[in-house]
């Protein structure tokens, strides 16, 4: 299974973005799907998860202003980010559940600044 993620770049405070992983290969074993990301100098933390049957989960930091979803028959998941913060600053990376096998995808950079 591969993992492409896309749509970092650069945004104001209070901006929006929206960030999407697509999986390719054998990706009929995948399960949960989420989105991490690790600031310069933090630890990677997970930002939000989304099972198969679209049960959703949220860090304390995001919630309200994030939203994750995906779209099955794309082998996509999304992130929607809105009224982003300098502290969103971080490089994102998607994640997917594989059966019992964590994969990962290259980051994408998110830089929040005016």
């Known amino acids: 299974v591969q993992l492409q993620a896309s749509g970092g770049g650069l945004v104001q405070p209070g901006g929006s973005l929206r960030l999407s992983c697509a999986a390719s290969?054998?990706?009929?074993?995948?399960?949960?799907m989420s989105w991490y990301r690790q600031a310069p100098a933090k630890q990677r933390e997970q930002v939000a998860i989304?099972?198969?049957?679209?049960?959703?989960n949220y860090a304390d930091s995001v919630k309200g202003r994030f939203t994750i979803s995906r779209d099955n028959a794309k082998n996509t998941v999304y992130l929607q980010m809105n009224s982003l913060k300098p502290e969103d600053t971080a490089v994102y990376y998607c994640?997917?559940?594989?059966?019992?096998?964590?994969?990962w995808g290259e980051g994408t950079l998110v830089t929040v600044s005016s």
């Open positions: 290969g054998s990706v009929s074993r995948i399960s949960a």
């Open positions: 989304i099972t198969n049957s679209g049960i959703t």
């Open positions: 994640n997917v559940l594989y059966g019992l096998r964590p994969l």
